[in-house]
């Protein structure tokens, strides 16, 4: 995304200064990062306190806080092996690494055609951004790595049209998250687990946004029942630190022996003790809960708008805090601007949808002056009232 005119400077809580000391509401939390608040006491505690004992003692030692935060992450999949990573696009680059060596290990070496959903997006280096299903993402950077073919997302007709003997793997977003947080239909992602399991692929769930709270479950899959082979976390799970994740079952992990994948700085103590402060504070007070109910008034609040300007609003979408609003004309840029000097940070994440990915800390005072706003906004420039 294009940058935006100010330096920011500090952050705390649900809120971010600039240089300049003024006040902005942050309603992208670091673009889903930073899920409990910027500068987070817990979080960068943690990570303060751990500069002072180790920082990264190389990947050919076990550490103590990369096996305690494995450990962790496995017991929330419900068992399986953890590959520790930096980034979401990393973290699919191994996961698309492992389903294909999964099948090599196997006899099944051309098995290696991996299917994704148009409009999804996975990372911008080259394996995820092969599996993005973006052609106009793609197309300055040809050639593409193959191996790659895409259906409609939400459309499990479009899906079985793609199946040939060299499927080896669907990866998918539980909801699309970049492409426009497209909700899949009631009953699609287990109609694709089940076209997996019949067909003897791998199911991938990318869950970089969705994961680790941000739709009032742990992990989005937990929300629709399904369980996939593989999953990739990162956003969320470092509480604003660079980390990510790839968990598999034992028996798809084991496909990934000395050698087959390799990280300098994945699984460093100091993403490993943020990772484990974020998670013991998710596990607190019922915040996952308190996610889902914000969500919840968070939408019904974005329902408002669309009830009092119909002609602009067309949709709002989403599940617990991964939110959006598209409306029928270009006008999200001109409103992130209006809103950004209203001291109030908003995803204009097309020309025309705004995207919400705000900290589980947000307030329903805070939701409300957002609502308020954009109500503004729409009140100056197109017909109807708030």
């Known amino acids: 995304y294009k940058r935006k005119p100010v330096i920011m400077k500090s952050g705390c809580g649900c809120y971010l200064y600039d240089e300049h ?7 992208i939390g670091g673009y889903g990062c930073c899920v409990m608040g910027h500068c987070n006491q817990q979080v960068s505690g943690a990570v303060s ?19 305690e935060l494995s450990d962790k992450l496995s017991d929330l999949f419900g068992g399986g092996r953890v590959f520790l990573t930096n980034s979401g696009t990393e973290a699919n680059e191994a996961a698309i ?28 280096t080259y394996g995820a951004l092969a599996a993005t299903g973006q052609p106009d993402k793609q197309k300055a950077f040809s050639p593409i790595p193959g191996g790659f073919k895409y259906f409609d997302f939400g459309n499990i007709s479009s899906l ?17 998250g970049e492409g426009g947080v497209i909700v899949p239909p009631d009953g699609f992602l287990n109609e694709v687990r089940g076209l997996c399991s019949s067909n003897d692929m791998l199911l991938i769930l990318d869950e970089v946004q969705t994961g680790m709270g941000r739709v009032g479950e742990m992990f989005a899959h937990q929300k629709y029942g399904i369980k996939p082979d593989i999953m990739t976390l990162a956003k969320a799970l470092g509480g604003g630190f660079p980390i990510g994740a790839v968990i598999a079952g034992e028996d798809v992990a084991a496909s990934f022996d000395v050698g087959s994948h390799g990280s300098t700085f994945g699984g460093n103590a100091l993403a490993c003790a943020a990772s484990l402060a974020l998670i013991d504070l998710l596990e607190e007070d019922q915040l996952l809960g308190k996610v889902k109910s914000l969500g919840i008034f968070f ?18 979408r989403g599940e617990g805090l991964m939110l959006a609003v598209e409306f029928e004309h270009a006008i999200t840029a001109p409103l992130a601007q209006f809103a950004l000097g209203k001291g109030i940070i908003l995803n204009d994440l097309t020309p025309t949808v705004v995207r919400f990915l705000p900290p589980y800390i947000v307030t329903e005072e805070m939701i409300d002056r957002v609502v308020r706003i954009i109500g503004e906004y729409l009140e100056l420039n197109y017909s109807g009232g708030m």
Do not use: W
């Not at 000391?21 to 309603?27: A, F, S």
């Open 299 to 316: 939408k019904e609040r974005l329902g408002d708008l669309k009830n009092l300007h119909p002609e602009v609003v067309k949709e709002v």
């Open 21 to 27: 000391g003024n006040e902005y509401l942050d309603m």
């Open 49 to 67: 306190r751990q500069a002072n004992i180790l920082i990264q003692p190389s990947n050919i030692f076990y550490s103590d806080l990369s096996i």
């Open 97 to 124: 690494k492992l389903a294909r060596k999964f099948f090599y290990d196997r006899g099944e070496a051309n098995r290696n055609t991996i299917l994704s959903a148009m409009g999804s997006f996975h990372g911008r």
């Open 160 to 176: 079985e049209e793609q199946l040939t003997r060299d499927v080896c793997a669907v990866i998918l977003e539980p909801i699309i």
